[in-house]
């Protein structure tokens, strides 16, 4: 039987390594990812905020994901750069706006 999203998607959300939720650089890209997931920094928006959402990868291998591959399926999460969120309020609100 196939891995269900939500579930992949919850671990990948509480997997994502609490260096990688902090100091965020200006510029769009890839911040972590696996086989199926990426979280993408989107970059900084008019508002002065950090733009991250959580994206299918392309090739992913999880069948029930395929379908989703390249949206966006938890975010955006908007982090100010005056006034930053924790890793664990990221993750929170990443949980918050997932579409599964």
Request: some cysteine; charged content about 25%; overall charge negative.
């Amino acid at each position: 039987m196939g891995r269900n999203k939500k579930k992949i998607l919850r671990d990948f959300i509480d997997n994502i390594p609490d260096h990688k939720l902090e100091n965020f650089s200006d510029g769009p890209g890839t911040i972590h990812k696996d086989i199926d997931l990426r979280l993408d920094m989107q970059g900084i928006t008019n508002n002065d905020e950090w733009n991250l959402q959580i994206q299918v990868n392309y090739g992913c291998k999880t069948t029930s994901l395929k379908p989703y591959a390249p949206d966006t399926v938890a975010g955006p999460v908007l982090v100010s750069r005056t006034a930053p969120l924790t890793p664990e309020e990221i993750r929170q609100i990443f949980k918050d706006t997932s579409i599964f």
